[in-house]
């Protein structure tokens, strides 16, 4: 959905280094999310937001956090990035007022790799 | 929280044959239930959905049933064409819990 952006689309970093990922979203959505995907793993929750000043974490939420700067964008931060995650992360919105319930639009993905 | 399963992990049907998918869910309170499809290298995108208060949904070539007493549901392709070919990705909603649990993905290869 070319309505959710993720930059950037791919980074290799290594281990130590601190790590941002962006995402915006022109939908409107109050709910924004941010997944990790792992091969056997499926999609791993790590934090979402409902508004600007809420912020909740998810599954998988140690080393990761988060900054909601705007209704419109959400970013992920990796303080000191680790060769376990490698992954790929997506960002997601959802407004539970649509009739499709709460439907997850998702961003395109980015491929992260820690060496 | 809840916990969901989901199988087989690869699933190979030749074309035209049908395609089932199975997840089951442990929180008997999860009310939404997405099926999600991701083609290879592209974001996962939903293809069909089902709440609790139904136990059949259908959309043209795919369905999917909810059985909530014993807390399972699937998802049926029928008439499987090449394009079907992605991982697929079943998930639990909790209403007002406001998150989603996934399965770990089927990958499905139709050949033609």
């Known amino acids: 959905d070319a309505d959710v952006t993720q930059t950037p689309r791919n980074r290799i970093t290594k281990t130590g280094k601190r790590i941002m990922l962006e995402c915006s979203q022109t939908?409107?959505?109050?709910?924004m999310y941010w997944y990790r995907q792992d091969p056997g793993l499926g999609l791993r929750l790590i934090y979402y937001?409902?508004?600007?000043?809420?912020?909740n974490k998810g599954e998988i939420s140690d080393g990761y956090s988060v900054s909601r700067q705007a209704q419109a964008k959400f970013s992920l931060s990796l303080e000191s990035a680790i060769p376990n995650q490698t992954a790929l992360y997506f960002c997601?919105?959802?407004?539970?007022?649509?009739?499709?319930?709460?439907?997850?639009?998702f961003g395109p993905g980015t491929r992260l790799t820690v060496l | 929280g809840e916990n969901v399963e989901q199988h087989p992990s690869t699933l190979s049907v030749q074309e035209g044959d049908s395609a089932v998918i199975k997840c089951t869910y442990s929180?008997?309170?999860?009310?939404?239930f997405p099926w999600y499809k991701q083609e290879l290298g592209k974001r996962p995108q939903l293809i069909i959905d089902?709440?609790?208060?139904?136990g059949e949904k259908k959309d043209q070539r795919i369905a999917v049933t909810l059985n909530k007493t014993a807390k399972h549901f699937s998802l049926h392709i029928t008439e499987t064409q090449p394009e079907d070919s992605a991982v697929y990705f079943c998930?639990?909603?909790?209403?007002?819990?406001?998150?989603?649990?996934f399965g770990s993905g089927t990958k499905l290869n139709v050949k033609p």
């Open positions: 937001s409902f508004d600007v000043k809420d912020i």
């Open positions: 998930a639990a909603h909790r209403y007002n819990f406001n998150k989603f649990y």
């Open positions: 929180d008997s309170a999860s009310n939404y």
């Open positions: 939908k409107g959505h109050d709910r």
């Open positions: 089902i709440r609790s208060n139904v």
């Open positions: 997601a919105t959802s407004d539970p007022t649509l009739s499709s319930y709460n439907e997850q639009f």
